[in-house]
């Protein structure tokens, strides 16, 4: 307890959470809102801009790392996955995906759904496998908005791109592919710089309840503005 929360224990409250929201009248559903954010947001303590992992204490520092592997890396663009759900939820498409890349030679950032509330701009990052480069990534914003529930304020869509500004400089990026599975991150994916932006359309997402109008507005706009998008099944398509 005085180390706060482990990710498996953050995961496994955020999933009961969500399913107890799922299931709830919409009268409680603001005051499971608050908790779930709340849950979101705890680490157990103060914390600087980069989160220690169990894999290294400055998950980045090793980033500039001069070995073969890593000087190789450089010589490719970076990816940049803006999720549809969290790295440690369950593993499925996007960390297939990610880990392929990642082998292949491509530095990958996973900006996963979860955002941390705080007000100041900044990110934190795990190292996610001590052979491949895969960074698990969480922004910052204040009031930490939920992806699925409507398009960030623009307030928020100012910070988010300050948070990622930081990474990008922390990360000494070059080129970017960004790949945006959830629409929420349009806006975001759209300010990065010497990019190509990639919609992997991986969900109906008009056929979720949570699912704003706003939110499918910018899937419309994003399957006009993206570079590329793909679909897993011909359903999909």
Known sequence: LLRGLIKKDKAALKSVLRS?????????????RSAYQKVRS?????????VTSEVDAHPL?????PTPHFGAVRQKP?????????WHLRHQRPQHLALELASKGHRV?????????????????????PLLPV????????????????PPSNDELTQLRCSIGQLLEKADTQRVVAIVQHPFWT??????????????CMDHHDGFDNTAK??????????KEADLTITPSSWLD
């Open 20 to 32: 107890v929201y799922e299931r709830s009248p919409e009268a409680t559903k603001p005051l499971l």
């Open 42 to 50: 705890y680490t157990g303590g103060p914390s600087d801009t980069y």
């Open 61 to 65: 520092t090793h980033l500039a790392d």
């Open 78 to 86: 970076d990816y940049y996955f803006f999720g549809v759900i969290d």
């Open 109 to 129: 950032f996973y900006i996963g759904s979860t955002i941390v509330d705080n007000s100041r701009p900044g990110f934190s990052a795990e190292a996610i496998d």
């Open 135 to 150: 960074f698990n990534i969480e922004l910052h914003a204040a009031g930490a908005p939920i992806i699925y529930f409507g």
């Open 187 to 200: 806006d975001i994916a759209a300010a990065l710089p010497n990019s190509r932006v990639i919609y992997d």
């Open 214 to 223: 706003e939110i499918i507005d910018l899937e419309r706009r994003l399957f």
